[in-house]
Each structure stands twice: as C-alpha cells, then as structure tokens.
C-alpha cells in the first residue's frame, strides 16, 4: 500500500540530459519529484540521456562505420535513456518514493518506422496508467519507441520533449514541465548574445517556428502535439526557482504583428543544388532522400535549378544520399557545406519587407555573405558561413528584437 495521497491529477515533468548528467544531478532530480509527488500530484516523468551520452554513442558509431544501419543507430541510441530511467527510479526508490521504469515501448508509444527521426502515431499508455493507480511514479525513456514491426526506434534529436508531450496528451496530464538548464526560452541563446530577453510566453506558433529553426530549448514536434491537444508547455530550470516561459494558446490579446519574437540558429546546414532535372530524375533524387532517412528544411525551385536545404541533426545517411545524387546526376548536382542559418521569427514578420530590409542591412554592415535567403509569413532565414552565424545571430537581435 502507498502512503501518498491520493494523486488529484497527473503531471508530466521532463528533464534534459545536463540535469541527469551525473549521480549527484540524478539524486537531486529525484528529490524534486519526490516533492512534486507529496503536493498530491500523480506524476510521469520522461527523461533524456545523461549528459553527452547520445553525442557519445553516434561518435562510437561512425568511429566503426560511415555509413551505419538506422535500425542499430536506435539500438545503440536508445541504451542512453535506458540508463537514466533505471537510476532516477533507482535514486527514487531510495528516498522511499516508489518508482518504477519503462522504455518507450514498454510505455506503448508506438512509432512509424522511420528508424532515427520517427514521428509517433499511437500511445497506449495501459502499463504507465496502472503504475500511476497502484501510487508509483512512472519514469519513462525519452526519445523512443517502437513500431507495428516492434522495431525500436528514435524521436529524432531532441525527441524526449516529443515523448513528454505525447504522453501529456494520452494521459489528460494537467500540464507538462520541460525542465533543463536553461530556465526558459529567450529572443535568442543567451551562449550567444550577451543579455537576450526571458519570453514569458510565447504561442505554439512561434514556438514551433523557433524549434524548426534550431532553437534547442523545445523540439518542434513536441510543440505540434501540445498544439494539437491545448497542452501547457513551461520551459523551465530543474535547480533554479522561477516561472520560466509557457507555450500556450496566447488567452491575451496577440503581439504587435511584425514583431520579431526571437532570433533562432542552426550550424549544421548544408545546400543540395541541382540543374536540367527531368521529371523522372527529380522524383528519383527525393526518393533517395527518403530512402536516405533524409528530411529537408526548405525546399526550392526557380528557372531550373533546384535548391533543398537539409539540417544535419538527423540526417546519419547524407553521404550514403549524396554518393547516389552525384551518381546519377554527375556535375548537374552540387553540395555546399560549411553553412549554417539564422532565422527571425515572428507572427505576420512576412506581410512586409521591413523586417527582411532591416536583416539584410544589419548582415551587410558586417559583411556577412548569404548562401541563401528565405521568407515566409512568420520568419525570414538565411544561410550563412557555419563560422559566421553566431555573428550574424547577434547583429540581427541587436537590430530587431528590442
Ligand atoms: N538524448 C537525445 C538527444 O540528445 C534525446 C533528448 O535529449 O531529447 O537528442
Ligand atoms: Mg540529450
């Protein structure tokens, strides 16, 4: 029999890998959910790798292959998490709060089988659901899960967040805390300009535009969901007290269209070009993507030539991809590396060329070259030297965000 109280409702709390990194991290983790748990609350929590761990084992990797199977990739990825789960609950247990493990299968998130950036397609969360009646607390792996084949899988980079979220919304969760070292999102990371601006809040959204412009504090996909089902997102620190920035639907009246809410980067960027592609040949390059695992950014094309953007994040497989275009294509086809972009996100940023002029002069005064440039209602990115972006992200902060 549990002494706890009886759970008044369900909370979901995530914690990235810098809060899990070591023993003594995972102990304090443990005793802010314990503290979680004696307010009453019934609470899942869905944690990351320690540390490195992931970067680790992906380096582990390619040190044996180039061009590595994704089905092992997950195998190998998922260990990570296995190995946090099992000492927070380990950690719980020894301050007498009763836990218990599962991984993403066992917690019955199911997955297309799109081994390393998976979208989930179905939670059955039965086994986390009884855990919770009996007064456990559920500590699940983030990140993954497994298919109709029961292949395991992974999330894509970032993908515990997603886990969280999902999990928030088959489980009617009262909200979901997305806890890191970080202590919510800012109009740009603050490694990068010196004193950015704490959002208090922020919609869906925007905060989606940011995740899939790189900004790292919430995967995109995890936004999407919380989107979809109205779930309270807060971004907040694990150690440090304060409110942190929540991502919801915005209750007050919206901000000053063409505003610009953040400035968001991503370094590991590269341009797939191609020219005179027939129709059959255009068709066979996608499908080499996809069959690459491939996803791409932004996609292009005008008078000819065809320009795809691809983020390095999940894509394990791009040479394996590229090897196959240039085969095909021969000298048609090109691949500029060494890039990296910067985006200005903001609702209705692309009603006007204002917020694209003042980007284009601010990058001009410090004679940073653009390899791209794009726009969209809500954002304007451009690709850059890989060394030149975290530059080009303070020069467009200190000219748009104020
Ligand atoms: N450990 C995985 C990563 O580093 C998943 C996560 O942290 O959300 O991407
Ligand atoms: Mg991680």
Redesign the pocket.
Known sequence: MSLAPAPSSIVVQKY??SSVANPEKIRAVAARIARTRAEGHAVVVVV??MGD???ELLSLARQVTEKPDRRELDML?TA??RISMALLSLALNDLGVQAISFTGSQSGIITNDSHANARIVEVRPYRIQDELERGKVVIVA??QGVSYRKEVT????????TTAVALAAALGAAWCEICSDVDGVYTADPRVVPSPRKLADLSYEEMQALAESGARVL?AQAVEFAKQKGIAIYAKSTFAAGAGTVVQTRLDAPPEPGRVAAVASEEEIVLLRAAGLSPSERLALFGKLDSCGIASRQVAEDGGALCVMVSLENAHLLRQAWDGVRAELGGRASLVEGLGTVSCVGAGIGATHHVLRKSLEALASQEIALASLSMTADRVTVAVARTQVKEAVRALHAALVS
């Not at 992974?154 to 967040?161: E, V």
Request: charged share 20%; proline share 0%.
């Open positions: 990235g890998g990351s790798a761990t992931t970067d990825l990570g998490e983030g990140y992974t999330l894509g980079r970032g993908g515990s967040d995967n």
